[in-house]
């Protein structure tokens, strides 16, 4: 199985750090890979990949030119598409069977400013984490820590070149000796 | 009991959509009040004004000049200081005590650029959302999302001028007639 997630329209100078912090919780969250579409932007793409060098893991930062023949190609190739929106079918109708779906690749998309009226479509499921306006990085990390029931967020990776030292009060870390 | 959440060190200009976000998914996710320090901004308290008007409930934003004063005062009556930091104890550890503190005030710390240490030695717990570094959007909406089981982000707003009526595919919005 892999899960990715996918960002649309990204706009380079309004949403540089929505997107990566986007990207950060889709890493953190327990997905592998990060799409974007809209805005080129090789600042992101960098802030994203020199955290994962420092962290650890596999996490691939792609941008897409057209996103609409990505989803169609994963779709073809058996792929599921989950699309987080508010005007979706509340997450807790779906996760029971979402989880039993983590043998299939699943595609996380997540909007931009106006996500066009073919997505809702091309999803196989448009899910919303309530029906409140909040946020596109909320919804993308309470629907990640719940499909994984808060294990995803505890890997660790033996990778990593610095570690949390997880302590009462206070910040520590340390290098990794391994 | 009261849940609230406290947004240290806003920078208004690198800020104003990460600080708004925050203040929704706070909304969207149970609390009732939203407090932020650092730079006062108008136009953010504005914003969060408008969408808590249109979508109902009651909902508070207040800027605070001091907000160590702000968090002693807060413990003194008896309130519970909550810190989220990736250097802090896993919330895996700490869900079950703290849905069981529900009856006390609670108010939820997320960081800022640079959290200055006293904030980790006031505050009673300091949690973490995984040891990964990626967004204080996700670790509070992760954080508010499993202390209420998921409940709170399905609460209506009997008052909203606007609800959402989930579907399968696109998007749909109805007027409030009550």
């Given at each position: 199985m892999?899960?990715a997630v996918?960002?649309?329209?990204?706009?380079?100078?309004?949403?540089?750090?929505?997107?990566?912090?986007?990207?950060?919780?889709?890493?953190?969250?327990g997905?592998?890979?990060?799409?974007?579409?809209?805005?080129?932007?090789?600042?992101?793409?960098?802030?994203?990949?020199?955290?994962?060098?420092?962290?650890?893991?596999?996490?691939?930062?792609?941008?897409?030119?057209?996103?609409?023949?990505?989803?169609?190609?994963?779709?073809?190739?058996?792929?599921?598409?989950?699309?987080?929106?508010?005007?979706?079918?509340?997450?807790?109708?779906?996760?029971e069977?979402?989880?039993?779906?983590?043998?299939?690749?699943?595609l996380?998309?997540?909007?931009?400013?106006?996500?066009?009226?073919?997505?809702y479509?091309l999803?196989?499921?448009?899910?919303?984490i309530?029906?409140?306006?909040?946020?596109?990085?909320?919804?993308?990390?309470?629907?990640?820590d719940?499909?994984?029931?808060?294990?995803?967020?505890?890997?660790k990776?033996?990778d990593?070149?610095?570690?949390?030292?997880?302590?009462?009060?206070?910040?520590q870390?340390?290098?990794?000796?391994?």
């Amino acid at each position: 199985m892999v899960l990715a997630v996918l960002r649309l329209l990204h706009r380079i100078i309004r949403d540089k750090r929505m997107t990566t912090h986007l990207a950060l919780t889709a890493r953190a969250f327990g997905a592998s890979s990060f799409f974007y579409s809209g805005d080129h932007d090789g600042g992101v793409e960098e802030s994203i990949n020199d955290v994962a060098l420092e962290w650890g893991g596999v996490f691939n930062v792609e941008y897409l030119e057209k996103p609409s023949n990505f989803i169609k190609e994963w779709k073809k190739k058996g792929g599921i598409i989950i699309h987080l929106t508010m005007y979706g079918i509340e997450l807790s109708n779906f996760i029971e069977s979402m989880r039993n779906m983590l043998d299939k690749d699943l595609l996380v998309v997540v909007g931009g400013a106006k996500v066009p009226g073919f997505i809702y479509q091309l999803a196989n499921y448009n899910v919303a984490i309530g029906h409140q306006p909040h946020s596109e990085i909320a919804a993308l990390s309470v629907f990640l820590d719940n499909l994984s029931k808060g294990e995803a967020r505890k890997k660790k990776h033996s990778d990593a070149k610095i570690n949390i030292v997880p302590t009462e009060r206070g910040k520590q870390a340390e290098a990794n000796r391994k």
